[in-house]
């Protein structure tokens, strides 16, 4: 799996894991802070979530054009700097006024230049490294690996968002209730039914005792958002962390940082096309570009309809083996624990096997006694479940690696195009399943902003989020893979941007279903999802020729 990889790999892997987990630690409460900070409703919340996530995404076609001119490591260096001075403002705490609204704006749009500068160029330099014909077999495994490791930062992003919280929550006497903001802006803005009233003034009460929902409204929102501004500021500690490592480790890939002009200027030989081939090229990775725009709309629902779809409908509490979910620290020793198992297969010493042996079992019960300890019941938030999905990228990687390896040594192993056709067929089975779990679910409309009486089981979640899990193994890494082997020399950069540009109107699409939320029932949002992916696959498997074609 490891063996036979350049260090480079391992460098910028970790270099990637430290922004991700920074990244993902804002993105895991970003719904939530918009909602309980500016009283959004669920659309205007999801527009301004897509825009950001289409900025993030998009703005990788400019870094992509720049780099392939000044340079790949100017880029990321530059896009660092930028970033973290985007997280910082993003940090600091302001009022819910005008102002506020436009601070936010203004840190949102340089985390997107500064990501769009990194993100894309980081990809390209280890797309380079197996440009070597010494590594060449293994691109497509180092990017499944290099995957692996943003995902070990994105699974314990949720978990420190969640801590921060409840901590600032915790030092002014308050916990988290999902009910809270909502009912606090209706009070606030004179628009709660009696109803609601009540239910509010029994929040207070257990809370602070005060009879004055004026001013705990005011003090739950003015509390609950500077804690999540302060589970912001996480991610410009992870940035410190990235760039040590990229600039200590960077000997280790500093041969990958060359653009075609610098490889010129040095006189390294690059593979050379006709216009002919340059074209083909260019036209297959479009093709598989329009693809992918519907799978990221329908994967990034994890922090749009189905965070609040965490809020508002699943049970806030977990109980029997569902509880070893929601511990971030059993969940990394089952995952380290698969690698571990692996290793007994393929130690090629019997030494090797018994201490991946006896580690596994460590690890497991390592695992069980954290889960022996838990709570009969234990309280959960919607930013939890977005743990799984990292965790699920991390654990099934090396089975991943494992069956497509086997199928290699037989010849049979699908192209990256074939690939993304089954992801796209098995992201609609993961809302399928949500689908069927929301059957007789009161509709958004009707619950008027408040958590559904009827909550269902976290296992209707986790099960969507371990099968679309499969459906992004399938797309993500192997689309990252296919770019950086077919894309021309000289077009590198800028097609590893229009990836991220088509995962940004993808992102863009995100807000269909949250501007659906409120007018549809709920089983007609996965509905609409589920017949883009069967739609999508339907069309890659129809030019599947020409794609794979282009790549010989």
Known sequence: ????????????ALANTGERFGYYTMLAIFMLFLQAKFGFSAAVAGQIYAIFLAGVYFMPLFGGWLADKIGFGKCVTTGIAVMFLGYLALAIPT????????????ALALIAIGTGLFKGNLQVMVGNLYDDPRYSSKRDAAFSLFYMAINIGAMFAPGMA???????LGKDGLYYDANIPSLAHQFLDGTITAENSAKLADLASSMTGSADLGAFSQLYIDKLSTAYSYGFGVACISLIISVLIYFCCRPWFKHADVNAKQAEAAHIKEQELTPAQTKSRIVALLLVFAVVIFFWMAFHQNGATMTIFARDYTQPFAEGFTRIGFNIW???????SIYTLFSIFQSETKKGKTISAIATAALWAGAYAIYSTMDARISIQPSDFQQFNPFFVVALTPVSLAIFGSLAKKGKEPSAPRKIGLGMLVAAVGFLILTIGSFGLASPKELGGTVSDVLVSPNWLISTYLVLTFAELLLSPMGISFVSKVAP??????MMGCWFAATAIGNYLVSIPALLWDKVPLWGVWTLLISLCLVSAIFIFSIMKKLESATN
């Not at 059993?330 to 380290?336: G, H, M, N, R």
């Open 1 to 12: 799996m490891f063996k036979g990889q350049p260090k480079g790999l391992f460098a910028l």
């Open 95 to 106: 009022d819910a006024d005008t102002m506020g609204k436009i601070a936010m704006f203004c």
């Open 162 to 168: 969640k801590y921060v919280t409840n901590f600032f």
């Open 330 to 336: 059993s969940l990394f020793l089952i995952a380290v």
């Open 489 to 494: 020399p000289k077009y590198k950069g800028m």
